[in-house]
């Protein structure tokens, strides 16, 4: 995608949020765009943080780390106003990326099980840094990541309240909804994951466990309509993943 191109798929994205989130009688700003860089090179991230995009998702480590320990140079030696980017690391974990993870993100989205927040309040303790966490759940018949079982996310966050992780801020639920043409099970996907969170919000009430982290290119309008406060879009900003 030309830097143009990138520009105005922004636009029309950040506007078509905007009217959905208008039409479900919710604020635009209480929807976040994380753009999804993913198998995208840096120009093209630095024509979205030209474009005003500062909030970016990524999903291998590796790749992450590439481009997002160069960016703030880039942003800088490009004299790019408008602040400094962001990056969430939206993709299932290994624990031997949890450190590099640790080091280049503000959030990690894709928390999947105990072990996993266990290795960033490791990696976190020992920057001192606080990192904010969502949760991903299985909300979807097809998609396989994420925790299955509320139980065992309960069991997590229970840790989480008696101190466990104590660089580590549990902020929310992740979902992927299913690839599927049927809008009732992508909504029903959707309102799961609401359910869910407001339910945490009670049971945790001590937690910030507000962000519901949901809706990609494909779906992201029925996401704000259900209450997303995060949607994750790559292809409709960045267009086919190149790399
Ligand atoms: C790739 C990816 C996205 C973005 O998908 P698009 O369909 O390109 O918008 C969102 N969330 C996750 C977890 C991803 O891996």
Known sequence: MTENEIKENLAKVLSDLADAAKASGRKPEDVRLCAVSKFHPLEEILAAVGAGQLLFGENRVQEAYS??????GRVAAGQISGGQPELHIIGTLQLNKVKKAVEIAS???????EEVLAEIEKRASALGKSIKVLFEMHTGEESKAGYADESVLYASLENCVKGAYPHVIPSGLMTMAPFTEDETLIRKSFITLRQLRDKISKDFSSLP?????????????????????????GTAIFGPRVI
């Open 209 to 233: 466990m507000t962000e519901l982290s949901m809706g990609m290119s494909g779906d992201y309008r029925i996401a704000v309509e259900e209450g997303s406060t995060m949607v994750r879009i």
């Open 107 to 113: 959030c990690i989205q894709s928390v999947d099980r």
């Open 67 to 72: 481009k997002f320990t160069e960016l703030p």
